[in-house]
């Protein structure tokens, strides 16, 4: 990756790699769309479950976890590193929508088989989102497509929408859509695992600030359970070592811009737990619930 390409690929999006809470201010308990923009790709080189609830030991959360603690000690965080699913969604040629579907699909697949066994260790029952590939914007059972976004995720029918736009089939982004995904999905494990039953309860009850200290805990948490997921595709021709670096330091610097209030995280906040997530591989590196508040800003 020469620098002029990764300069056009990541100025061109502004505000990737960070969600979109439609109306943030409400103090409704409704879910609404969690939507994230894809990062644009590098220019070629010229010549180139169920919400847990009481459990009976035998594969759901127990009764006692209420509350808070279904955020800030969720079984998740103890059950080690994420497994390695050796996943390998192939290639990803441009101008192909069949090929398109097909990696989202694998990728996926890939996620079904890892956070399912992640699940599994923790003794908290699973169900896997759906995934639905639009070529426009749609309304959701959340409410309406917010502007900009490339993805997103309705807890209401626990579906992920991931939007292939004209410009992304011509020239297509194998890791940064992966990312994208795998963040979304995420969004998935904090709605079947419990996560977001405080979550949004918290957050009908709480004034603005508090508002959005919780959202940047929701979203800065999504963003390190992709990056937990990328970890285990590390060194592999779609998760090099340089562009992963590069992707991360690049929201070191721009990844807050763009937006009028603070409730994804600032741009050092964003790339902090990319690369905790990322290092450590672990459900439990995401905590952002029991984190000291400063490193949630």
Not at 6 to 24: E, F, K, R
Not at 158 to 168: A, E, N, P, V
Not at 247 to 252: A, D, K
Request: aromatic share 8%; glycine share 10%.
């Amino acid at each position: 990756m020469t620098l002029v390409a990764a300069v056009v690929a990541l100025a061109l999006a502004v505000a990737a790699l960070v969600l979109v809470l439609a109306d943030v201010a409400t103090t409704s308990a409704d879910p609404v769309n969690e939507a994230q923009k894809l990062a644009s790709p590098p220019a070629k080189a010229p010549g180139n479950g169920d919400a847990n609830g009481g459990g009976d030991g035998k594969g759901k959360q127990p009764a006692t976890q209420t509350g808070q603690s279904l955020a800030t000690a969720s079984r998740l965080y103890r059950t080690g590193r994420l497994a390695d699913v050796n996943c390998s969604p192939g290639a990803l040629p441009a101008g192909s929508m069949v090929a398109y579907r097909r990696f989202l699909t694998r990728v996926t697949a890939c996620l079904n088989k890892a956070w399912g066994a992640q699940f599994r260790k923790a003794r908290i029952s699973f169900t896997k989102p759906r995934l639905r590939i639009i070529t426009s914007k749609v309304h959701t059972p959340c409410g309406a497509w917010n502007t900009g976004a490339d993805g997103v995720y309705c807890a209401a029918d626990r579906t992920m929408y991931l939007m292939i736009s004209k410009d992304q089939l011509r020239n297509p982004f194998p890791l940064g859509i992966t990312r994208l995904i795998a963040h979304e999905y995420g969004h998935h494990v904090q709605q079947v695992s419990g996560i977001w039953r405080y979550y949004w309860t918290a957050r009908a009850i709480a004034g603005k600030a508090r508002r959005l200290q919780l959202s940047r805990n929701s979203e800065l948490q999504a963003e390190c359970f992709s990056a937990v997921f990328m970890s285990t595709m590390k060194g592999t021709s779609l998760v090099t070592d340089a562009d992963w670096a590069y992707t991360v330091n690049w929201f070191r610097k721009n990844g807050a811009k763009g937006w009028p209030q603070n409730d994804h995280g600032r741009g050092p906040t964003q790339a902090a737990w990319m690369t905790r997530g990322f290092n450590r591989g672990t459900p439990g590196a995401c905590n952002t619930w029991a984190a000291d508040p400063r490193k949630v800003t």
